[in-house]
């Protein structure tokens, strides 16, 4: 089986709200892979097949789609005034129920279990999000039907099975304003403190999948072009080719045979990844989804203690009109500014 995954982030910028990076992994059967599918001494450019044209019957990039097909594609895409999360949330949780012994989730507290979020558990510190008796966790879906998500989910699932294609493994780190702002303070980047949960995902796949030869595309949001030194801090014991590095890709392959199971990744880091790989594009979108769950309760918390300002999605001169006029009102919310507002 080959695993090809994919890995971006949703909520780098914004003064408010949580930051997501999120992970899909894919296993296509062996025959089903085309012409793509790299041997494990090739080069690391152009190795992956193209799920798009794979999963062709079901999925496309576009919005309303003539034939009914799934959109996947960079979250931002996908996300409009007149539809909503409506074409993110379908894809996401079609694309969620195919995973084996994953029930369906029926609220976003299942949703953030299921891709292993656990800090969502005590947020006592930031009432905007935490829930309780009076303020239950909102139930899913939250803008398609569930009859719009049975149809999606199960043209999927046929046609992912005639093309050999598998989900196996969705995921998102979740990082709260207060985690983000100490992390922050502590590496004094923004870049650094990201990268630490890109690492993180990276670990997961290479302990659960590495004696596959897994590839994993990663969305690359900076100008970095050099990442050997940080592979070669998360994963000690592997040995790191560089496979290229310019303006548009940097790519690596990692070996260790030190241990009980050898295990073999190749990790790429492409300049507008989610429109070249599907597994990025999907991760894109679990990370979008993800926050604007979160975000949903953020505003509707705020609605209700202050009535009066107008809520934020967090971005831009928006942002700023919001905290000009909340940042009063926070002594008596019993709210500080670590507790509220991301450091740039």
Known sequence: MF???GIDEAGYGPLFGPLVIGRAVFGIASGHTGDGAPGADE???AIAPDLW??????????????RGRIAVNDSKKLKTPAAGLRHMELGVLAFAAQRQGIAHPATICDWLNSVGEVTHRDLTQLPWYHADDQRPWNALPLETTTGELAIARNMLAQHAKAAGVEILDMGAAVVFEDRFNRMVAATRSKASASF???ASHLNHIWQHYGQHSPVVAVDRQSGRTRYRELLAQCFPSASITVLDETNKISAYRLRDATGSVPRVMTVQFEVNGDGLHL??????MISKYTREMLMHRFKAWFTEKLPAIAPTAGYGSDAKRFWSEVEPHLPALG????QLRRMA
């Open 3 to 5: 695993i090809y995954a």
């Open 43 to 45: 080069q690391a450019t």
């Open 53 to 66: 044209k794979t999963l062709t019957r079901a999925v496309c990039k576009t919005l309303n789609d003539k």
């Open 196 to 198: 630490t949960f890109v």
């Open 279 to 284: 597994p990025i594009a999907l991760a894109s």
């Open 335 to 338: 709210i500080t500014r670590d």
